[in-house]
């Protein structure tokens, strides 16, 4: 893998962590169509890179939220201290926790079937669109609420639409921000939840799988290509929650569900012409 092929992933991870269109998705399906084929023929390879990319991501949130981060291990402590909930911060790191938990154990049981079965461009293309028109219509319930109606029974609720978004296409900031819009949080306050919910989600899995690679070590030549998408995710991530967050204070999510439909869409076009295979 070269280094312009690496920023190009770095920046697609960056940005589709965020925009609810699947960043598990696009870095299957960018590939597919340009035809970049190291990290598929380097399947070892290719989960070191995927760690490197989510650790770029998580930098970029913990950047943009790290007020909120600060509020999280505050509010750890104190739950551990009182064992129970007395202020903001313990309720902030209590509904975030909670909702960390279902991802965890389908993650946990479900990862090698998941790796095995899902992910082929055609089956994206199917959740891109099922869950895109899921999102429309979520969207168009009222808005209701802001953070502070998220409570244990509701962020458990959001955590269980989280755990969906294991299956490449389904986006996890687009389910998790659907479930939130179906709950009746205003659009601001689905997608800061959705955001912070990545926080423990992605700092787990890169503690976890990051052992593996410290272990394994890096190919030859490796380590630049890789260090310059760490930073471009990075970047574009914290770009893509600044503009997002923006963007939904004034506008529904429709645009992202016109573009999740024409992407499924041209993805299916290509393989039922024969322009591409259905899988890679």
Do not use: C
């Not at 299957?28 to 490197?52: E, G, S």
């Not at 909120?68 to 909930?85: D, I, Q, S």
């Amino acid at each position: 893998m070269n280094v312009l092929e690496a920023i190009l992933l770095g920046v697609v991870q960056g940005l589709t962590e965020f925009l609810p269109i699947s960043s598990s998705g696009h870095l299957i399906l960018v590939p597919w169509l340009a035809d970049i084929r190291y990290l598929q023929d380097h399947p070892d390879f290719n989960k070191t890179f995927d760690v490197a990319l989510h650790l770029g991501t998580l930098f970029g949130v913990i950047a943009y939220f790290r007020a909120e981060v600060e509020m999280m291990l505050r509010g750890l402590g104190g739950l551990a201290r009182h064992r129970a909930v007395t202020n903001a911060s313990e309720r902030l790191a209590l509904i975030v926790a909670v909702a960390t938990i279902p991802a965890v154990i389908v993650g946990g049981l479900g990862e090698d079937w998941i790796d095995e079965h899902l992910g082929e461009p055609w089956q994206i293309a199917i959740l891109l669109a099922l869950f895109g028109l899921l999102l429309a219509w979520a969207d168009r319930l009222p808005q209701r609420h802001g953070m502070e109606a998220v409570g244990p029974k509701q962020a458990l609720q959001i955590g269980v639409a989280q755990a969906a978004a294991l299956a490449p296409g389904v986006s996890r900031s687009g389910v998790t921000i659907t479930a939130g819009r179906v709950l009746g949080l205003d659009r601001d306050a689905a997608a800061r939840f959705s955001f912070l919910l990545l926080i423990p989600a992605v700092g787990g899995a890169v503690v976890l799988k990051g052992v593996g690679v410290i272990q394994d070590g890096l190919p030859a030549g490796a380590a630049g290509p890789m260090a310059a998408g760490v930073a471009a995710a990075a970047v574009s991530s914290y770009a893509a929650i600044a503009w997002m967050l923006a963007y939904v204070r004034r506008r529904s999510y429709d645009f992202f569900v016109v573009y999740r439909l024409i992407a499924a869409a041209v993805v299916l076009l290509l393989i039922l012409t024969g322009v591409k295979a259905a899988d890679f």
